[in-house]
T-cell receptor, first 111, second 115 residues
Framework: SQTIHQWPATLVQPVGSPLSLECTVEGTSNPNLYWYRQAAGRGLQLLFYSVGIGQISSEVPQNLSASRPQDRQFILSSKKLLLSDSGFYLC??????????FGPGTRLTVT | AQKVTQAQTEISVVEKEDVTLDCVYETRDTTYYLFWYKQPPSGELVFLIRRNSFDEQNEISGRYSWNFQKSTSSFNFTITASQVVDSAVYFCALSDPFYGQNFVFGPGTRLSVLP
């Protein structure tokens, strides 16, 4: 069966510091992968999606970037965090019937 | 462009009441997929159901049921005999047929079930 992992689970970082969040998927190959952000009490904002290694589409211009160095690895990064980057970051992959399955998420607080 | 509307921002019910969460969508595609997700306080989104645009048959799963009406572009979700554990944010979502390159979530409805 397929599983999706995200780490870290929680993170507190100062403004201006770098960020690296990792997402890995097991049990499937060449999945479409997604990064979402959810601000407190808000809906889901799609940040990036990837259909394959090295292929990244950005939905929202911002100081975040994404990379896909391996088939089942998706990384979200920032060189300098802003206060507005605080939120709950979710990684997802898409199943055979178009449904998305989500990881446990990372709660990021920028101070 | 695709769009999903969940007009109910928050709903509160007392345990054992029935509750319906509304979802209205917009799309120009003739083939599309609709979904419901549950986000409990822990945060992780849980996939509940998928419907494709050619299947208007309603579905029941235990206390959960879904009513898909293409004529009104709605995909409503009913919880029968609600329980405290049903308290969560529920998201309706819409996907095009191009393998998820356009996957749109509604803003969510926060359901509180009071004991």
């Amino acid at each position: 069966s397929q599983t999706i992992h995200q780490w870290p689970a929680t993170l507190v970082q100062p403004v201006g510091s770098p960020l690296s969040l990792e997402c890995t998927v097991e049990g499937t190959s060449n999945p479409n992968l997604y990064w979402y952000r959810q601000a407190a009490g808000r809906g889901l904002q799609l940040l990036f999606y990837s259909v394959g290694i090295g292929q990244i589409s950005s939905e929202v211009p911002q100081n975040l970037s994404a990379s896909r160095p391996q088939d089942r690895q998706f990384i979200l990064s920032s060189k300098k965090l802003l206060l507005s980057d605080s939120g709950f970051y979710l990684c997802a992959w898409i199943g055979h019937s178009y449904e998305q399955y989500f990881g446990p998420g990372t709660r990021l607080t920028v101070t | 462009a695709q769009k999903v509307t969940q007009a109910q921002t928050e709903i509160s019910v007392v345990e054992k009441e029935d509750v319906t969460l509304d979802c209205v969508y917009e799309t120009r595609d003739t083939t599309y997929y609709l979904f419901w997700y549950k986000q409990p306080p822990s945060g992780e989104l849980v996939f509940l159901i998928r419907r494709n645009s050619f299947d208007e048959q309603n579905e029941i799963s235990g206390r959960y049921s879904w009513n898909f009406q293409k004529s009104t572009s709605s995909f409503n979700f009913t919880i029968t005999a609600s329980q405290v554990v049903d308290s969560a944010v529920y998201f309706c979502a819409l996907s095009d047929p191009f393998y998820g390159q356009n996957f749109v979530f509604g803003p969510g409805t926060r359901l509180s079930v009071l004991p």
